[in-house]
């Protein structure tokens, strides 16, 4: 259950025009301070934030699931179902004994899934899954790991490549 704090810092970004993602995020912050306090864990910071954001889409946060390809089936028919029962359209079964299973397994997780590292981490891959030009965030890396040669070398094989794909095309 969200804390009352957060619902109304969301209802107000919401009166303040801003995006769905920007009120679902003060779920996603509620949650990570959930696992710093120890109130639970999560496998990985990947599932902290997907926790934030089922918890956004039940109190009501217009935040759709994800598109087809987007996310595993499963994840988009949760999300579905979390955002349609925020939506009311949906009258959710209350099943004690699954969400107590649910805690108790969500107890045992580690709390270092909600660090900062873990976090930083997360989100640059997913900023370098949404960058539009993969090739940059390559170079980036290429940068960190390869020397001055090697990053020479691998220029040029992918000149060499894109310069064979065009032909082909």
Do not use: C, N
Request: aromatic share 2%; glycine share 6%; net charge positive.
């Amino acid at each position: 259950m969200p804390e009352k704090r957060t619902i109304e810092k969301a209802r107000r970004a919401k009166r303040a025009g801003k995006a769905p993602s920007t009120q679902a995020g003060e779920f996603v912050r509620e949650e990570v301070r959930d696992i710093r306090r120890g109130k639970h864990g999560a496998r990985s910071a990947r599932q902290a934030v997907a926790i934030g954001l089922s918890k956004a889409r039940r109190a009501g946060v217009d935040l759709p699931p994800p598109r087809k390809g987007r996310a595993k089936k499963a994840t988009r028919r949760s999300a579905r179902y979390a955002w349609e029962a925020g939506q009311h359209k949906r009258r959710p079964q209350r099943r004690p004994r699954v969400s107590r299973a649910v805690s108790d397994v969500l107890k045992r997780e580690p709390r270092s899934s909600a660090s900062r590292q873990a976090l930083s981490r997360q989100t640059r891959r997913a900023a370098s899954r949404r960058s539009a030009s993969s090739r940059s965030a390559a170079a980036r890396k290429a940068v960190r790991t390869k020397g001055a040669a090697g990053r020479s070398a691998a220029a040029r094989k992918g000149a060499r490549t894109r310069a064979r794909r065009r032909r082909a095309a």
